[in-house]
């Protein structure tokens, strides 16, 4: 029979829940489990679902992608930011590769696919594709998929396909909750669709709810979290979600060979969220950042409202911080001079770490230099990259708070924050161990191209699994 890859993807699935917590509610992952290998799975640095799908793709790091979270500098300016898509990707991704061995794909929701760009298969773009939300997808004129003739079949099949959530970071959790089903399922029926009548020896698709679920939802089943709610309503929703992943994939298993190599993946983990640290409020408490007045109530940080003469560093919020230094010669009115960009980066690290909470413990905040985890840095890398205590903290970039603790997010209600370890199982007929000892995001890609005894590209920084 015909060599064929299936891999699906959920977006932020935590090793514990999966392998744990709700074992018992996932018999077909389970079976999954114990035909084949399953283990954790290191994400990127940063663990952030845009660039690490796209590192996974393609078995680069975020350096060399030059991708480093949602919002990347475009140059030295202060203010300039953009959102990649599909065109910043300049290495071949997984479908790329095959299609030139004559493999045929079908990449369904895989996020930074936007816009499609032509190769022999059939895609669906995924959330950062620039639609308006609230307005039904399939009616749109976009180019969402490819070929573009793809979209009348979509809207045959499942004229209520989702892209993503209109808003997660929302209060109306019930409502949500609603549309959470309703974007999975159709995501699902559209899969089972594409995986019956096209033509594929590999098929990716990535769900995004379970990441929506984590985020929305953590704080009324982890017991541990600071907001936890016992008796609340949405108690099972967790469980319910991961039920729901499971019987989807049981239908998705009905569709393939008994021979059909078969991968479960997650692009990071998730755990909960004991607070933010307030980034820029940190960097001004330590004299690194002068605002040119005092913000009287929370506030977004813009760019405008730093002194620049007399700060040396600048902070963006989000699951992790990045810390940018002004630096003379490179930014427009830098300040710090390029014989002491180390030092000033050094002492950061070292005050960064030494980060207590309120009641004085430390938190076990970690800090990355980028050219010492990357293998090249592209395009414009942080000066540093943090995790807050072991990314248990988000960092949260507004100012105002006069304290560089907050415990509500600067950008809606959010539960949980991306944890390193994502998981992964494996079903290739071959390999039965069960659990084994971590691997890499690095590692999916060139176990793929194994699979088709397609040579594994030198610069690929991973290895079979
Ligand atoms: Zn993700």
């Known amino acids: 029979m015909k060599k064929r890859v299936m891999i699906i993807g959920w977006d932020c699935a935590a090793p514990k829940l999966v392998f744990d917590a709700f ?11 114990q035909e084949g290998i399953y283990g954790k799975l290191e994400s990127t640095i940063p663990p952030i679902t845009v660039p690490a799908w796209m590192c996974m793709m393609t078995s680069r790091d975020p350096g060399e992608l030059g991708i480093y979270g949602f919002r990347n500098r475009q140059d030295y300016s202060y203010d300039a930011l953009t959102i990649p898509n599909a065109h910043s990707i300049k290495v071949p991704t997984l479908w790329d590769l095959l299609g030139q061995h004559h493999k045929r794909s079908v990449v369904l929701g895989v996020p930074l696919t936007y816009p499609p760009k032509p190769f022999p298969g059939w895609m669906v773009t995924s959330f950062l594709t620039p639609v308006d939300p609230n307005y039904p997808v399939t009616e749109t004129n976009l180019q969402w998929t490819f070929p573009p003739r793809l979209t009348r079949e979509i809207a045959r099949v499942a004229p209520e396909y989702m892209i993503d959530l209109p808003d997660f970071r929302t209060d109306k959790r019930a409502e949500l909750e609603n549309q959470l089903y309703k974007m999975t399922q159709a995501r699902f029926k559209l899969a089972r669709y594409l995986l019956d009548k096209k033509t594929w020896d590999f098929f990716m698709m990535v769900e995004m709810g379970s990441d929506r679920l984590h985020h929305a939802f953590w704080r009324y089943w982890d017991k541990t979290h600071p907001k936890y709610e016992p008796k609340s309503p949405f108690a099972d929703t967790m469980r319910n979600y991961y039920r729901t992943l499971d019987e989807e994939l049981g239908k998705m298993l009905t569709y393939v060979y008994e021979d059909t190599t078969v991968m479960i993946v997650s692009d990071h983990g998730a755990k909960r969220m004991d607070g933010g640290i307030c980034i820029n409020e940190w960097l001004r408490k330590h004299g ?34 990045r810390i940018f230094l002004n630096v003379a010669g490179r930014e427009p009115d830098g300040i710090v001079n390029a014989e002491n960009y180390e030092g000033v980066r050094d002492e950061l690290m070292k005050q960064l770490e030494r980060i207590v909470d309120e009641s004085g413990q430390n938190i076990n905040t970690r800090v990355f230099k980028p050219e010492e985890v990357y293998q090249e840095c592209n395009n414009i890398a942080p000066d540093l990259i943090v995790y807050f205590g072991d990314l248990n903290w988000r960092s949260v970039g507004s100012v105002g708070y ?41 590692d999916i890609a060139p176990t793929v191209l194994k699979e088709f005894d397609i040579d594994i590209p030198e610069a690929m920084q991973g290895k079979p699994i």
């Not at 002068?290 to 963006?316: C, S, Y």
């Open 402 to 442: 006069n304290s560089i603790y907050t415990y509500e997010n600067d950008t809606g209600p959010d539960d949980c924050n991306h944890a390193e370890m994502g998981m992964f199982i494996l079903k290739d007929g071959r390999q039965k161990d069960g659990p084994v000892t971590a691997k890499s995001i690095y």
């Open 23 to 33: 074992k018992d509610d996932m018999p077909n992952t389970h079976q999954l489990m």
């Open 288 to 321: 690194y950042l002068t605002l040119k007045t005092q913000p009287q109530n929370v506030t977004r940080f813009t760019t405008e409202m730093v002194d620049w003469q007399q700060t040396k560093a600048w902070g963006e919020g989000g699951y992790y911080g």
